[in-house]
């Protein structure tokens, strides 16, 4: 036994007459006649009562009809589902951030659209630093992330630079600097400021530029802590233990004890947003987002 005698089945059951459900079917009446009864021989019970005018259920018949709807309705939804899936309309997406790229209004927005295009796509997101994102979608952890510069590269992973913005230095309020009218800031004025950098598993390629730069212009800066995330340091610096360095979306972070400036002849520093994802997985939902995604650049970032 078989979903097609049971669509037989319920055809002749729900038309009460063999000639009837032939016709709805599509086939011959003397097969489909055959096929009911090798049916009712499978099951060892009479389904029908034959009379001229058509047919009419058994008991055993009424029951197989309930059981038989329920099956092949489950059979169809099974069916849409994995169609679903296949095409990249439905599945489970695992999707991670690091606390600056999740400050950034293009991720969320992003995920928004991805709720609203494809209701049938689970997003299960979480927040890690860079190498520890990188190293859960190269174990297929997660299927896909988004944070600043790479820390490594995988071999069979894309990292996929989305957009770029510039960078913003972060200082206590009351700070000497901040005095007088709101100005950019040149990077030799921060000489003798304690930095507060984000160590390198987390994103080394902004700060290793910044102390490179530093350095370009005659001095090192010393160093009062390394931490793990952007939201830490700038904890740090609302506590006044010194200035750092962010993208420019964290612009208002600590808003009440923080203030931020721009750069001087700071070109060469700036903070990319990154997509990371493994090539060879690159299908179903993953495809369906990253597309998205694409799509979702800002034509000016693009």
């Keep these: 036994m078989d979903l097609k ?28 006649s055959q096929q009911i009864r090798a049916l009712e021989e499978t099951l060892g019970t009479t389904l029908f009562l034959r009379h001229p ?7 055993s018949g009424e029951l ?41 209004a293009f991720t969320p927005k ?4 991805c709720r609203k295009a ?14 520890g994102l990188t190293e859960s979608v190269a174990a297929g952890k997660l299927h ?28 206590p309020t009351g700070h000497a600097l901040l005095g ?31 102390l490179a730069l530093c350095e370009k212009q005659g001095f090192s800066p010393p160093i009062a802590h390394e931490v793990g995330r952007m939201t830490t340091a700038l904890s740090l610096v609302a506590a006044g233990e010194g200035v750092t360095v962010v993208p420019a979306s964290m612009q208002g972070v600590h808003a009440d004890s923080v203030e931020y400036r721009p750069l001087k002849n700071a070109s060469s520093l700036d903070a990319p947003l ?7 997985e690159c299908k179903g939902a993953l495809r369906s987002f990253v597309e998205l995604v694409r799509q979702s650049v800002p034509k000016a970032a693009a």
């Design 64 to 104: 197989l009809l309930v059981d038989s709807r329920r099956l092949l309705g489950e059979a169809q939804a099974m069916q849409t589902r994995m169609r679903a899936l296949a095409s990249g309309h439905a599945g489970v997406l695992g999707i991670g951030f690091t606390s600056s790229a999740a400050a950034h």
């Design 274 to 280: 990154t997509l990371a994802f493994r090539e060879s």
């Design 180 to 210: 007088g009218k709101p100005r950019p800031l040149a990077l030799r004025e921060l000489r003798g400021e304690r930095f507060i950098l984000v160590r390198q598993t987390g994103a080394p390629g902004l700060y290793a530029n910044v």
């Design 53 to 59: 005018k058509g047919v009419t259920l058994t008991e």
């Design 5 to 32: 005698h049971l669509r037989y089945f319920v055809a002749v059951a729900e038309t009460g007459h063999i000639t009837k459900a032939a016709v709805r079917l599509g086939m011959q009446q003397p097969p489909l």
């Design 118 to 131: 494809y209701p049938g796509i689970a997003m299960q997101v979480g927040e890690d630093h860079a190498a």
């Design 144 to 171: 896909c992330a988004f944070l600043r510069v790479p820390v490594a590269r995988p071999a069979g992973m894309v990292f996929e630079t989305l957009l770029r913005e510039s960078v913003l230095v972060a200082l």
């Design 110 to 113: 992003v995920l928004r659209e």
